[in-house]
Structure formats: C-alpha cells, structure tokens
C-alpha cells in the first residue's frame, strides 16, 4: 500500500483519503471517534458514483484535477 493522500475532513471529524491497495485505488473513509472510528474502503469509480454531489466528492475531483461536470461522463 503506498501512502494515503487525505482529501476531506467533515465538520463532525470524518476523514476521506484516497489510496492504493493490492495495485487499485480506494477511497479511505474513517467515521469520527463519536462514531466509533470506523474504517471502510470503497473502490475509487464506485466511489466517485456513489457520492456524487457531497462534499467529500468535489475535494476527491479537485485532487484528482477534474471538475465535477467532467465526472458526469465517466
């Protein structure tokens, strides 16, 4: 696994990075502590549809160097 690139942080402490397991990019999201931490990884196109319109979507677009518009197309 290479190193997590932290993207977007919430207003209640929910963290997204982005990052490579086993040679495919996921995205990282940690639930806040309140929440009890949990980790889960969703692969990075699942992602990208699932979240559409969150902010944590635009922060992964503009680290990614793509607009959302551009996203509706992939």
């Known amino acids: 696994m290479t190193d997590a690139k932290e993207f977007s942080i919430s ?6 990075s982005l990052e490579e397991v086993d040679g495919a990019m996921c995205v990282r999201h940690k639930a806040n502590e ?3 931490g949990h980790e889960t990884r969703t692969a990075l ?3 990208l549809e699932e979240r ?3 902010p944590e979507h635009t922060a992964l677009l503009q ?5 959302p518009d551009e ?3 992939s």
């Open 11 to 16: 207003s209640n402490g929910d963290r997204w």
């Open 34 to 36: 309140a929440s009890g």
């Open 71 to 73: 996203s509706k197309d």
């Open 63 to 67: 680290l990614l160097g793509r607009s």
């Open 45 to 47: 196109a699942a992602f």
């Open 52 to 54: 559409v319109g969150k």
